[in-house]
C-alpha cells in the first residue's frame, strides 16, 4: 500500500499542484518509455536480422568458394590421366616417357595456374618417395613432403582434405592448401600414387570477399577463425591480424566451438558490438560477423533525445496549466485559512474578502459573521479583564477609583466618568472622582432618594442604563462647542457584601454605548462590587492599624512622661532633703550676684591696672622735669618757686608710687601677678629687708631688732613677692613707731614658716582692726596727714600673702603697738593648672613617622589645628603642658611640633630653648604658634616657622610640609674646598644634586639661575663674608624664604647671633663639634627629611590657592567650613569676632568672605559695612552664612551692601554650600566676575532673592532723587551731582514710577510729597520685586522723636534730615552704596 | 478646666511662639497638670494668672512639656545592630572615599545619653580598628536644661542598666551615685539648642551643612502628630548624606511615603539607609 501521507503538504497549492502535475506527466512519461523500448528493441531486432543474413551471405561465399576450389580440384584430379599420372610417378627411373608425362602434367598445372590466379603453387607429391613429383614451381621439385600435413591430412581422409591457413615467409604470404591424393587407376584397390596440393593464396582470394563489407555500416566487420581462435582474415582494427590475434571475444569463441548465434557481447578491442556467428565445418573455421552497438543504438539514441525534447515541452505546459488551476482553487481557501489564523490569534477585526459565488464564498460569509459574533464576545471580555486589572492591587482608594474610571470610560468610550462613594455617615453620596464631569456632579446628593438618573439605581441595586435622555438633565459634557447633552447614561451602583449601595458610578456617552460596552459593565459589576468592597474593608483596617499604631506611640510617650514624672518627683524628693526650693533659688541667686562681684572686682581691678599704665607715663615725665628743674634752675627761681617745684615732684612721687600700689593691687586682683617659686633662704631674705629699712628706723631714732632661729629655715616661695611683703610690714612698723622699736621674730614648724613684726607704735583700736587691709584704709582718715602713705600697703600684702597661699594676721592694743604676723607654706602649693590634659594622649599613634606634636593651652585650637592636620593625613598627639610637650617630643620624635607661646606651666620660649639644647629633640622643626607676632624671638630660638593666630590651615600645612619634605639639591658655600667636597660627597650619597660655590659672590651669581632646596653656607670667607652673602639673599624677593644652615668655624659672639638670627634655620659651629659629627648632623636632617618626601608629594597647591576670610565666632562652624573648603583647595583664614576680621583685611585682602551674621560685641551687619567701607574691599565677594531668622530691614541692610550669597546656617548640604561659595567667587559660573582689587570692576550684586537690584552702569551709580521743591532738588543736585547720576522726581506718584523704570542704585525720598507720600512710596517700592532691594534714603524734615523709628520701620535704609548737611547724606548714601 | 488649658497653650503659642499644634493635647494637659501640682495644687485658672505674670514661667512650662527619658544603649539589639552594621559600612564607605570625617547629628538628644552611647561606639570601633578618623557629632534638643545636663554629662544608676561593664569603666568616672562621661568623650560631641520644628533650617546651625553620615532621632516622633511627624522626618532625610543611616525609636514607623526614600536595614530595628 502506497503511504498516501507522504504526498501531503502543508499547502494546498502545493497539494494541488503535485497531483495535477502527477496525474498529467505519469501516462506522457509512461507512453514515451513504452514508445522508446518497443522501437529499441525493434530496432535491436532487425539489427539482428540483418547481421544474421550478412552472416549468411558471407559463410555461403566463404562455403561456396572453398567449393569451388574442391570442384577444382576433383576436376583437376579426374581430368588428369591416369596414365600419364602412373607414368609420371610410378617410373622408377627417369626416361623420357615418363619426363614426358611429367611435363604434360606440368604444363597442365601450370595452366590451372594461369586459369586460377588464386593457386599460389600446384604440385604432386609421390607417394612412393614423398618428394615433389611435379610443381608449378620447378624448384620445389624434388624436395621432400611426405611430413606435411597437406600431404599426410589427404591420405588420411583419402578425399579432398582442407589444411590450416599457414604463413609463408618464402613469399610473405598467408596460404591455405588443399590437398588430394591421387589414385592408381589400374590398381584395384585404387591405391595411392600421390597427392596433389594447392595452396591457394588468401590475399587475393578469401580475404577480398571478407573485407567486403557491404551492410555493416562505419564499423561493421566480418572475421574467420580457426580451431585456435587465431583470426585468419585481415581486421578493419588490428593490423597484421592473420594467424597474428588470438581472439578471445565470446562470438569468436563460440563460434570456433562449432555454434551457431547472435548476441551484443565485447569483441576483441572490449568494444560493445552486435556479434552474428557460426561455424564452418568444411575448414572448421569460426565465422563471425559483427558490428559496433554504438552504430547500430545510434538511431535510438537521438529517437530518445527527441522524446526527452517533447517531454520536456509538453512538461512545461503542464506545470503552466497546473500552476494557474492550483492557484484558482487554493487562494481563496488560504485567504480563509490565513484570516482563520489572526482571528485565532485575537485579531477579531479581521473580515475576509472572499468574494465568490461558490461555496468557498459562502464559507468566508460565513466566518466573518461568527469573527463578528467572537469580536463582540472577545471585546466584552477584553473590557472586563481590563476593569478586573484596573481594580486589583490598589492600597488607596483615591487610585483604585481613577484607575478604574478611566478604563471604564476607556472600555465605554464614555465622555464621562463620576464615582460617588457613600460617605461615613451614609447620608450622602459626594463625589468622589470623576472624568470629564462638569460642577454639578461635583455636588454630594442624599443617599434615601436620590433624584434623577441615580435614584433608580440606588433604588433597585441595578446597573441602570438610560436612553434618550431629557434636556434638563445635570449630565452635560462640556466642550469648546458649548454644553452637550449626553444620548445615553449607564449607572452602576455599587454593592457591599450586605448588597448596600456603597458608591455609585456614572458613565455618560454622548452617542449611545454600544451592546459590548453594556455587556462588559453587566459582567464586571460583581469584580467592581467585591473590589471596592474590599478596599474599603482594606481602608478600615489600614485606619485601625494606624490607629494601633498612633496608641502604641502615646503609650511610649505616656510611658516616658510616667518615668519622667517619677523622676521628677525622686528630684523633688531630693531637693526636699537638701532644702526648700526656694532656698536653693536663693542660694543661686547669692551665688550669682557673688559672681558678679567678683567679675565687678576684677573689671575694676582690670581697668585700674590700665589706667595705672596710662597715668605712669606722664607722671615720670613730670618728675623727671622737676627734678632736672630743681637741679638746674634753683639758682635762677626764688625759694618759693623752688619750694613749688619740690612739691610739685613730692608730690608727683606721692602719686607715682600710689599709682604703683594701685597697679600692684589691681595686678593680683585681677590675677595677673605672675609667680615664681624658687627655693630660697628666710635668714637671707630676713636680713636683707631689715637692712634695707634700717637707715629708716635709726633716722626715727628707733631699734630695729631681727632674730633668726639657729637652724636654717629654707622656704619655697616667690622670693620679690615675699620680699615686697616684709618691707611693707616691716616698712610701717617703723613708720608708725616713734619711740621704742621694732622686733622681727621667725619661727618655723614642719609645713609653716611663721614670721613676726612686733612694734611698740601707736596701734589699732578694735573696730579698725578688720578694716586695715581694705584698700585705702588707713587708721585713722587723718593719719595718713602725718604719716605718708597711700593706705594701700596692708591690702597688697593681704592679697600677695593670699597669693602665696599663706596667711596674715594682726593683733593690737591703742598706743602700745601692733604684732603682724605673717605665715607661709615651706612648700610651695599653688601647683600649676593640669586641667583637662590626659585625653590628649589617647591618640598617640604606633607611627611615628607621620606623628605631629601640638602643643597650645588652649584645647579647642588643639582640636581645631588637629583636625586640619588629620585631614592631610598626619598623626597628631596634642598636649596643653610645655613639660609634658618636652616629654612627648623626646619620646615619639614628631616630624615637627607646633607650639604655642602662652602656656601655664613651662612657656613656648622654654619649650623651644630646651628642645633646641636636647641633641635628641634639637633637629625636630618647631613651628611657633602665638597670637603676638614676635617672629624674630622665635626664629632666634630656633624655631623655623612662625604663624599668628587665627590659624590658616593651609599656611600651616605649607609650613609644616616645607620642613618635613627633603630636598632636592642642596648649594654649598665654602671657600674650603675639602670642607665643601667632603659635605657634597655626603649628599650625592644621599641622591641630592650638590651645587658648590667658592665664594659669596660666586653663589649670589649662582643663585640667579637656580635656587636649590637648602643653602649650606660658610662664614669666614675672603672678599665678600657669609654674613654679607645672607644679607644679599635675604633681600632678593626670590631667595628670601631659602632655608639655610650655616656651618662655621668662627666662634659666634653676641653680634654675630643676633646678625644671624632670624635669616638662618640652624648654625653648626666647627669648633664645637667634631667635622665628621657635623656631616652626621646634615645627614641626618637629609635623611629624616627625605623620608617624608614621598608621603608629600602633594604640598605644593598645584593652582592659585583662593583665599578665604571666614568670620565667625562658633569655632565649631568654622571647622565645619573649613573642611569643606579646603578639601576644594581653597586657604581659609579666620577671624573670631568682627574685631579680628578688620585688622585681618587692613593688612590681607582675602578673595572672598563669609561672614557670620550673630557675634558677640561688634555683629556681622556692622563688620559687614565697615569692610564694604574700606576702598580694598569694597568689592571682595561675601557670603553672609547666618542661623539669624532675617528680617525684612536686615534684608535690605544686606542688599545695600552688595552681598553675593545668603545661606541659612543648617539649610544645605555641603556640596551646595561649595556651589555657592565657588558661584560668589565667580569660579565655574562666571568667569568675569573674579575680582580684581585693584581696577575698577563692576561686580553686580546676587541679590537675596537671586534679582539684581540695578543694572550695570560704568563707574557712576544712579541716585532717585524724589523732591517736590524745586530748591531742594538743586542743592541736592549741587551735593551729588559730581559724584553721582542723578534722576529727579517731583512727586510721589513720578518717584515710584521713575523707580520702577530706571532701578536707581538708591532712592532718596521726601516724605511730605504731593500725590502721594513717602511712606506710601517706600511700601509700593518694597512691594514691586524689581524694586524692594533697591536702597532708600529718607529725606525729611519732620525731625519728632519718634520719626526716625517710624520710617525706618517702614522699611528706609537710612535717614537724613533737613536741613541737608552735605558731608552727613555723602557718608550716608557711600554707606549704603559702599564707596 | 480645658478652656483653661487651651488658654494657656494659646498664651504660649503667642507669646513664645511656642507651636503647641503638633503636640498630643492630653500631654501637654498632664503636662500642665504636673506645672500646677508642683506650684502647690492651684486652680488651672489661678496658674494662667501667674504665667501670665511670670514671664520665666513660661519657660519653666515649655521645658516641662518635654519630656527627657532615656538611657544608655536604650534598646541594645539597636545599638548592636547599629555598631555590627550600620558604624562599620559607614567607616568602610569614608576609607573608599578618602574621607576623613564622619558626621553624625543625635537629633532630640535629651540628656545625651544616646549620643554618648553612639560616641562610645565610634571610638571603640576606632580603637579595635585602629583608625584615626574625625567625629563631627552634634547633638541638639529644644530643652536648655536638658542640653546642660548633656554637657555637664552626669548620671545617676538608673541610666546606667545597659552599660556593658568595660565601657562603664572606660567611659564614666563614678562619684557617689553618679557617673560622669569622661571628658575626652564630652568633648567629641557638641551640643547645642536646636527645635526640629524650625523652619529655616533642616540641620543644626553649628553643623553649617547637613550631609550627616548617621542621624539618630529616637523616641521623638512620638510627642508629635501625623503632621509634624512627616514633617521631621523629611528634615532628617534631608540632612542625610545620600547612603546616610537613621535610626529612629523602636515605635516609630515609617509612612508609606517615606519607603521610597529609605530602606530598612533589619527588620529588628528602626536602623534605615538613605536611598
Known amino acids: 500500500m502506497i503511504d498516501m501521507k507522504k504526498f501531503e503538504f502543508d499547502s494546498i497549492r502545493t497539494n494541488l499542484t503535485f497531483w495535477f502535475l502527477t496525474l498529467a506527466l505519469s501516462p506522457l512519461l509512461i507512453g514515451m518509455v513504452f514508445t522508446y523500448w518497443e522501437s529499441s528493441r525493434a530496432?535491436?531486432?532487425k539489427t539482428f536480422e540483418k547481421l544474421t543474413a550478412i552472416r549468411d551471405l558471407k559463410v555461403g561465399q566463404v562455403e561456396t568458394w572453398i567449393a569451388e576450389r574442391k570442384s577444382d580440384f576433383s576436376t583437376f584430379a579426374h581430368n588428369t590421366e591416369k596414365t600419364l599420372l602412373n607414368d609420371a610417378l610410378n617410373s622408377n627411373d627417369s626416361n623420357s616417357s615418363e619426363n614426358k608425362s611429367k611435363k604434360q602434367i606440368r604444363d597442365r598445372l601450370l595452366n590451372y595456374q594461369k586459369n586460377y590466379l588464386v593457386y599460389q603453387e600446384i604440385f604432386i607429391v609421390n607417394s612412393k618417395t614423398g618428394l615433389v613429383e611435379i610443381s608449378t614451381?620447378?624448384?620445389?621439385?624434388?624436395?621432400?613432403?611426405?611430413?606435411?600435413?597437406?600431404?599426410?591430412?589427404?591420405?588420411?581422409?583419402?578425399?579432398?582434405f582442407i589444411g590450416d591457413v599457414y604463413y609463408s615467409a618464402l613469399i610473405g604470404k598467408h596460404l591455405l592448401s588443399f590437398s588430394v591424393p591421387l589414385n592408381d587407376s589400374w590398381d584395384e584397390n585404387q591405391k595411392t600414387i600421390g597427392v596433389l596440393v594447392a595452396n591457394v593464396d588468401l590475399t587475393n582470394s578469401l580475404s577480398p570477399m571478407l573485407l567486403n563489407r557491404i551492410g555493416l555500416g562505419e564499423t561493421g566487420e566480418t572475421l574467420i577463425v580457426?580451431?585456435?581462435?587465431?583470426?585468419?582474415n585481415d581486421l578493419r582494427w588490428y593490423d597484421h591480424a592473420p594467424l597474428q590475434l588470438k581472439i578471445n571475444a565470446e562470438p569468436a569463441v563460440r563460434?570456433?566451438?562449432?555454434?551457431?548465434?547472435?548476441?551484443?557481447?565485447?569483441?576483441?578491442?572490449?568494444?560493445?558490438?552486435i556479434a552474428a556467428y557460426t561455424y564452418i565445418p568444411e575448414t572448421g573455421w569460426g565465422f563471425v560477423c559483427k558490428q559496433d552497438w554504438s552504430e547500430l543504438s545510434e538511431a535510438t539514441v537521438s529517437m530518445g533525445q527527441f522524446l526527452?525534447?517533447?517531454?520536456?515541452?509538453?512538461?512545461?505546459?503542464?506545470?503552466?496549466?497546473?500552476?494557474?488551476?492550483?492557484?484558482?482553487?487554493?487562494?481563496?481557501?488560504?485567504?480563509?485559512?490565513?484570516?482563520s489564523k489572526k482571528i485565532a490569534a485575537g485579531d477579531y477585526t479581521i473580515r475576509n474578502a472572499v468574494k465568490l459565488k461558490n461555496e468557498l464564498g459562502k464559507l468566508g460569509e460565513s466566518i466573518n459573521t461568527m469573527v463578528q459574533g467572537i469580536e463582540s464576545k472577545a471585546m466584552i471580555q477584553k473590557g472586563v479583564t481590563a476593569i478586573s486589572k484596573a481594580v486589583i492591587g490598589h492600597a488607596s482608594r483615591m487610585r483604585y477609583s481613577n484607575n478604574l474610571l478611566s478604563y471604564l470610560s476607556k472600555v465605554t468610550d464614555a465622555q464621562m466618568a463620576v464615582l460617588y462613594s457613600l460617605n461615613?455617615?451614609?447620608?450622602?453620596?459626594?463625589?468622589?472622582?470623576?472624568?470629564?464631569a462638569n460642577k454639578n456632579l461635583m455636588l454630594p446628593f442624599m443617599s434615601g432618594k436620590p433624584e434623577g438618573e441615580l435614584g433608580n439605581a440606588v433604588?433597585?441595586?441595578?446597573?441602570?442604563?438610560?436612553?434618550?435622555?431629557?434636556?434638563?438633565?445635570?449630565?452635560?459634557?462640556?466642550?469648546?462647542?458649548?454644553?452637550?447633552?449626553?444620548?445615553?447614561?449607564i449607572t452602576i451602583p455599587v454593592l457591599n457584601n450586605d448588597s448596600e449601595v456603597v458608591a455609585l458610578i456614572s458613565l455618560a456617552k454622548i452617542n449611545g454605548f454600544s451592546h459590548e460596552a453594556t455587556e462588559t459593565i453587566q459582567l464586571s459589576w460583581n469584580t467592581i462590587n467585591s473590589s471596592y468592597s474590599n478596599l474599603l474593608a482594606g481602608e478600615q483596617t489600614a485606619v485601625l492599624a494606624e490607629n494601633l499604631m498612633l496608641s502604641n506611640q502615646k503609650l511610649e510617650a505616656q510611658s516616658e512622661e510616667l518615668q519622667q514624672q517619677a523622676e521628677e518627683l525622686q528630684q523633688q524628693t531630693d531637693e526636699l532633703q537638701k532644702g526648700s526650693d526656694e532656698l536653693l533659688l536663693q542660694n543661686q541667686e547669692l551665688e550669682m550676684q557673688r559672681k558678679q562681684v567678683e567679675e565687678a572686682t576684677r573689671m575694676k581691678s582690670e581697668f585700674l591696672s590700665n589706667m595705672s599704665h596710662e597715668l605712669r607715663t606722664p607722671l615720670n615725665s613730670i618728675n623727671a622735669l622737676s627734678r632736672v628743674l630743681i637741679n638746674q634752675a634753683n639758682s635762677r627761681l626764688t625759694a618759693d618757686e623752688n619750694e613749688y617745684l619740690e612739691v610739685v615732684e613730692r608730690n608727683g612721687k606721692r602719686l607715682l608710687s600710689l599709682i604703683n600700689d594701685i597697679l600692684d593691687l589691681?595686678?593680683?586682683?585681677?590675677?595677673?601677678?605672675?609667680?615664681?617659686?624658687?627655693?630660697?633662704?628666710?635668714l637671707r631674705i630676713m636680713t636683707e629687708v631689715a637692712e634695707n629699712i634700717r637707715p629708716l628706723a635709726k633716722h626715727k631714732n628707733i631699734s630695729l631688732d631681727l632674730s633668726m632661729p639657729n637652724e636654717e629655715i629654707e622656704l619655697e616661695t616667690d622670693e620679690n613677692r615675699l620680699n615686697q611683703i616684709l618691707t611693707n610690714i616691716i616698712g610701717n612698723a617703723v613708720k608708725f613707731t616713734d619711740k621704742g622699736g621694732v622686733r622681727i621674730s621667725v619661727h618655723s614648724d614642719p609645713t609653716v614658716a611663721y614670721i613676726q613684726v612686733k612694734d611698740t607704735g601707736i596701734g589699732i583700736s578694735k573696730e579698725m582692726l578688720p578694716e586695715i587691709f581694705k584698700e585705702f584704709r588707713q587708721v585713722d582718715g587723718s593719719t595718713s596727714r602725718s604719716y605718708e602713705g597711700t593706705g594701700l600697703g596692708l591690702a597688697i600684702v593681704k592679697n600677695l600673702v593670699k597669693a602665696l597661699h599663706g596667711e596674715i594676721t594682726v593683733t593690737s592694743t591703742p598706743g602700745e603697738g601692733s604684732v603682724f604676723t605673717v605665715s607661709l607654706p615651706l612648700n610651695w602649693k599653688g601647683n600649676p593648672e593640669q586641667g583637662d590634659l590626659q585625653w590628649m594622649h589617647l591618640d598617640i599613634p604606633s607611627e611615628t613617622r607621620k606623628t605631629i606634636l601640638v602643643v597650645d593651652d588652649d584645647p579647642s585650637i588643639i582640636r581645631q589645628i588637629s583636625d586640619s592636620l588629620k585631614e592631610s593625613g598626619y598623626h597628631i598627639i596634642a598636649t596643653t603642658s610645655g613639660t609634658e610637650a618636652l616629654r612627648l617630643a623626646q619620646k615619639y620624635k614628631p616630624i615637627a611640633i607646633t607650639l604655642d607661646i602662652v602656656m601655664p606651666d613651662l612657656d613656648g620660649w622654654e619649650v623651644l630653648q630646651q628642645l633646641k639644647t636636647n641633641p635628641e629633640t634639637t633637629n625636630i622643626p618647631v613651628i611657633i604658634i602665638s597670637i603676638s607676632d614676635e617672629k624674630q624671638t622665635g626664629i632666634a630660638l630656633g624655631a623655623v616657622g612662625y604663624i599668628t593666630k587665627p590659624v590658616n590651615r593651609q599656611l600651616l600645612l605649607r609650613e609644616i610640609k616645607k620642613w618635613t619634605t627633603a630636598p632636592s639639591s642642596v648649594m654649598i658655600v665654602d671657600d674650603n674646598p675639602t670642607d665643601r667636597e667632603q659635605i657634597a660627597g655626603l649628599l650625592r650619597l644621599e641622591q641630592i644634586d650638590v651645587f658648590q660655590a667658592e665664594s659669596g659672590a660666586q653663589c649670589l651669581e649662582m643663585l640667579q639661575y637656580h635656587r636649590p632646596d637648602l643653602l649650606v653656607l660658610d662664614l669666614m670667607m675672603p672678599e665678600m663674608d657669609g654674613f654679607q652673602v645672607l644679607n644679599e639673599i635675604r633681600t632678593r624677593p626670590e631667595t628670601c624664604d631659602l632655608p639655610i644652615i650655616v656651618v662655621t668655624a668662627k666662634d659666634l659672639t653676641e653680634r654675630d647671633k643676633k646678625l644671624l638670627s632670624g635669616k638662618v634655620s640652624s648654625v653648626l659651629t666647627k669648633s664645637t663639634v667634631a667635622l665628621p659629627q657635623i656631616y652626621d648632623e646634615i645627614k641626618r636632617i637629609v635623611e629624616r627629611i627625605k623620608g617624608e618626601r614621598s608621603d608629600n608629594q602633594d604640598i605644593r597647591p598645584k593652582k592659585q590657592t583662593r583665599h578665604i576670610l571666614m568670620i565667625e565666632d562658633n569655632e565649631i562652624s568654622v571647622i565645619q567650613v573649613q573642611k569643606i573648603l579646603e578639601k576644594e583647595g581653597f586657604a581659609v583664614d579666620v577671624a573670631k569676632d568682627g574685631k579680628q576680621a578688620l585688622e585681618f583685611v587692613k593688612h590681607s585682602v582675602p578673595d572672598g568672605i563669609i561672614l557670620d551674621l550673630m557675634m558677640p560685641e561688634m555683629d556681622g551687619f556692622e563688620v559687614l559695612e565697615k569692610i564694604r567701607g574700606r576702598q580694598e574691599t569694597r568689592m571682595i565677594p561675601i557670603l553672609i552664612l547666618t542661623a539669624k531668622n532675617l528680617t525684612k530691614s536686615d534684608l535690605s541692610r544686606l542688599s545695600a551692601n552688595n552681598i553675593q550669597q545668603l545661606v541659612q546656617k543648617g539649610d544645605v548640604n555641603g556640596r551646595e554650600l561649595l556651589g555657592k561659595v565657588k558661584q560668589m567667587m565667580g569660579i565655574e559660573t562666571d568667569q568675569t566676575r573674579i575680582v580684581d582689587h585693584h581696577k575698577e570692576v563692576d561686580v553686580r550684586p546676587i541679590m537675596i532673592s537671586g534679582k539684581e537690584t540695578g543694572k550695570a552702569s560704568i563707574g557712576r551709580k544712579k541716585i532717585l532723587v524724589v523732591e517736590d521743591n524745586a530748591d531742594n532738588r538743586l542743592t541736592t543736585r549741587a551735593i551729588l551731582g559730581e559724584q553721582y547720576d542723578l534722576v529727579d522726581a517731583i512727586d510721589g506718584e513720578d518717584g515710584l514710577e521713575k523707580a520702577r523704570l530706571e532701578i536707581p542704585d538708591l532712592i532718596l525720598l521726601d516724605f511730605y510729597l504731593p500725590k502721594m507720600n513717602g511712606f506710601k512710596v517706600i511700601k509700593l517700592l518694597k512691594e514691586n520685586e524689581n524694586t524692594k532691594y533697591i536702597p532708600v534714603i529718607a529725606v525729611t524734615a519732620r525731625a519728632m522723636k519718634n520719626d526716625r523709628e517710624e520710617i525706618l520701620e517702614a522699611g528706609c535704609d537710612g535717614y537724613v534730615s533737613k536741613p541737608i548737611d552735605a558731608d552727613l547724606l555723602l557718608e550716608e548714601i557711600g554707606k549704603l552704596l559702599g564707596s | 478646666m480645658k478652656n483653661t488649658h487651651l488658654k494657656i497653650l494659646d498664651f504660649l503659642k503667642s507669646e513664645r511662639n511656642f507651636d503647641y499644634s503638633g503636640y498630643h493635647f492630653a500631654m501637654l494637659e498632664r503636662r500642665i497638670q504636673n506645672r500646677i501640682i508642683h506650684l502647690g495644687s492651684i486652680t488651672p485658672e489661678a496658674y494662667f494668672e501667674y504665667l501670665q505674670n511670670n514671664p520665666e514661667e513660661s519657660t519653666r512650662l515649655i521645658e516641662n512639656f518635654m519630656i527627657n527619658v532615656s538611657h544608655f544603649f536604650r534598646d541594645p539589639l539597636s545599638f548592636e545592630l547599629l555598631a555590627k552594621v550600620a558604624i562599620p559600612a559607614i567607616i568602610a564607605s569614608k576609607q573608599r572615599s578618602d574621607e576623613h570625617s564622619i558626621r553624625i547629628w543625635s537629633a532630640g538628644c535629651a540628656r545625651g545619653e544616646e549620643a554618648y552611647s553612639v560616641a562610645m561606639l565610634f571610638n571603640e570601633y576606632f580603637a579595635r580598628e585602629m583608625e584615626q578618623l574625625n567625629l563631627d557629632f552634634f547633638a541638639t534638643d529644644f530643652d536648655s536644661q536638658a542640653i546642660e545636663k548633656a554637657k555637664q554629662g552626669i548620671y545617676t544608676s538608673t541610666s546606667m542598666k545597659e552599660v556593658k561593664h568595660g565601657l562603664l569603666k572606660k567611659y564614666f568616672t563614678e562619684g557617689d551615685e553618679t557617673y560622669t562621661i569622661i571628658p575626652e568623650l564630652k568633648m567629641k560631641i557638641q551640643f547645642s539648642i536646636y527645635d526640629l520644628l524650625y523652619k529655616n533650617s533642616y540641620a543644626p546651625s553649628e553643623s553649617i551643612f547637613g550631609d550627616f553620615d548617621l542621624v539618630l532621632c529616637r523616641n521623638v516622633l512620638i510627642y508629635f502628630n501625623q503632621e509634624f511627624q512627616k514633617l521631621i522626618l523629611n528634615k532628617l532625610i534631608k540632612s542625610l548624606a545620600p547612603k546616610g543611616v537613621l535610626m529612629l525609636g523602636e515605635s516609630e514607623v515609617l509612612g508609606d511615603s517615606f519607603k521610597e526614600k529609605l530602606r530598612q536595614i533589619s527588620k529588628y530595628a528602626k536602623i534605615f539607609e538613605k536611598k
Open chain 1, 43 to 45: 530496432f535491436q531486432e
Open chain 1, 137 to 160: 614451381n620447378s624448384s620445389n621439385e624434388g624436395q621432400y613432403k611426405k611430413n606435411e600435413t597437406a600431404y599426410t591430412g589427404a591420405i588420411m581422409a583419402d578425399k579432398i
Open chain 1, 226 to 232: 580457426d580451431k585456435n581462435v587465431m583470426a585468419i
Open chain 1, 255 to 273: 563460434a570456433a566451438q562449432g555454434k551457431t548465434g547472435i548476441f551484443i557481447s565485447n569483441d576483441y578491442r572490449g568494444k560493445k558490438v
Open chain 1, 308 to 339: 526527452i525534447t517533447l517531454l520536456i515541452i509538453s512538461g512545461l505546459l503542464i506545470i503552466v496549466i497546473v500552476y494557474f488551476v492550483s492557484k484558482t482553487i487554493s487562494s481563496p481557501i488560504i485567504a480563509l485559512n490565513a484570516d
Open chain 1, 424 to 436: 461615613e455617615q451614609e447620608l450622602l453620596f459626594e463625589h468622589f472622582d470623576s472624568i470629564g
Open chain 1, 459 to 489: 433604588e433597585s441595586k441595578k446597573i441602570q442604563h438610560l436612553q434618550e435622555l431629557s434636556d434638563d438633565t445635570k449630565f452635560t459634557y462640556r466642550t469648546s462647542a458649548g454644553e452637550i447633552i449626553p444620548k445615553e447614561i
Open chain 1, 666 to 682: 589691681s595686678k593680683i586682683e585681677a590675677g595677673k601677678m605672675e609667680l615664681q617659686p624658687n627655693n630660697i633662704s628666710l
